[in-house]
C-alpha cells in the first residue's frame, strides 16, 4: 500500500481553468503538507494542516485553496490556473506537527498551456 | 526560521568516487537533521538523519555527523554509483511548531 498517494499525476490544461489535486495518507498521521516544486527543483512549502486545522498558510494566491475533509486527506484546489503555476506539487505527512520526518507522494506534475 | 546553505550543483562524479555535498545550516534551539533524497521522477524519500549533536546518521553507504560547534551535516559516501544520482536535500527540522525549510538542493551526476 502506498503510504502517501496523490492523483493525478499528471495534469495539463489550459489558462484559466480550475483545478484539483487529491491526497491521501495511510499512515495515521496529523499532520499534511502541499509543497510546490520548481524546475529548477526548488522546494517550497504552500500549506500544512494538523488534524483538519490550518497551520501554515505561506504567501500563496489566494487562487490555490486546500481542503482536509479528514486528517487522512488533503486536496489542493487551484482556480483561474496561470503559466506560472506549471510545476510539480508535492503532498506530504507527518506525524510530529511541524517537524520530525517527512513522507512525500510521487507529486503531480501540472502544466498550464 | 531555520535555513540551509547547500553547495550549488550539478556535482558530477565518476563512479567510485568520493563523495561530499556540504550543508550549513542556521537555527534557534537544536533542529533535528535530515538528508533527504530525490530520485528522477519521484518524490522525496528520507536518507539519513540525526537528532542530536555528534550523532552520525548512515544509510546505504551514506553518512553525516551533526556537528553542531560548525552548524553542519556534510553528507559523505565512501564510493558513489550510477543509481545514487538524485537531489539531495538538508533539511534542519525544528523544535516545536515551525515550517520545515527546503531549498534547491543539490542534483548529482555519477557518470560511469
Known amino acids: 500500500d502506498t503510504a502517501v498517494s496523490q492523483t493525478p499525476k499528471y495534469l495539463v490544461t489550459q489558462m484559466g481553468n480550475d483545478k484539483s489535486i487529491k491526497c491521501e495518507q495511510n499512515l495515521g498521521h496529523d499532520t499534511m503538507y502541499w509543497y510546490k516544486q520548481d524546475s529548477k527543483k526548488f522546494l517550497k512549502i504552500m500549506f500544512s494542516y494538523n488534524n483538519k486545522e490550518l497551520i501554515i498558510n505561506e504567501t500563496v494566491p489566494n487562487r490555490f485553496s486546500p481542503k482536509s475533509p479528514d486528517k487522512a486527506h488533503l486536496n489542493l484546489h487551484i482556480n483561474s490556473l496561470e503559466l506560472g503555476d506549471s510545476a510539480v506539487y508535492f503532498c506530504?505527512?507527518?506525524?510530529?506537527?511541524?517537524?520530525?520526518?517527512?513522507?512525500f507522494g510521487e507529486g503531480s506534475r501540472l502544466t498550464v498551456l | 526560521g531555520d535555513s540551509v546553505t547547500q553547495m550549488e550543483g550539478p556535482v558530477t562524479l565518476s563512479e567510485e568516487a568520493f563523495l561530499t555535498i556540504n550543508c550549513t545550516y542556521t537555527?534557534?534551539?537544536?533542529?533535528?537533521l535530515f538528508w533527504y533524497v530525490q530520485y528522477p521522477g519521484e518524490g522525496l524519500q528520507l536518507l539519513l538523519k540525526a537528532t542530536k549533536a555528534d550523532d552520525k546518521g548512515s544509510n546505504k553507504g551514506f553518512e553525516a555527523t551533526y556537528r553542531k560547534e560548525t552548524t553542519s551535516f556534510h553528507l559523505e559516501k565512501g564510493s558513489v554509483q550510477v543509481s545514487d544520482s538524485a537531489v539531495y536535500f538538508c533539511v534542519p527540522s525544528p523544535e516545536g511548531y515551525q515550517k520545515v525549510t527546503f531549498g534547491t538542493g543539490t542534483k548529482l551526476q555519477v557518470i560511469p
Open positions: 506530504a505527512s507527518s506525524q510530529v506537527r511541524g517537524a520530525g520526518e517527512l513522507f
Open positions: 537555527a534557534t534551539g537544536y533542529p533535528s
